[in-house]
């Protein structure tokens, strides 16, 4: 794992991958399919950034399930752990 695995460094993980988005815009209640910017390619950018900031690979079946921001969190934080 490259970074270090919290809550408030995933946020701003997570928030880096739009371009659009002021920062602290996003929480871990924040349905990210609500998002202006979320596509099926924002979806590939955000499940590669996994790989890259945190050493964890997320399937297309996992992120389909999570609804929230906290979803992919708790999903991220249970493989690196």
């Avoid at 695995?5 to 371009?19: H, I, M, N, P, V």
């Avoid at 910017?37 to 999570?66: C, H, N, P, R, Y």
Wanted: aromatic content about 12%; proline content about 2%.
């Amino acid at each position: 794992m490259s970074t270090p695995l919290d809550a408030g460094t995933f946020l701003e993980k997570f928030e880096a991958q739009f371009e659009e988005l002021e920062p602290g815009t996003i929480s871990l209640e924040t349905e990210f399919r609500q998002l202006a910017e979320w596509t099926s390619m924002q979806s590939l950018v955000v499940i590669a950034s996994f790989d890259w900031e945190f050493g964890v690979m997320v399937t297309a079946d996992e992120l389909k399930q999570a609804v929230t921001v906290g979803d992919l969190f708790e999903t991220v934080k249970g493989k690196a752990g």
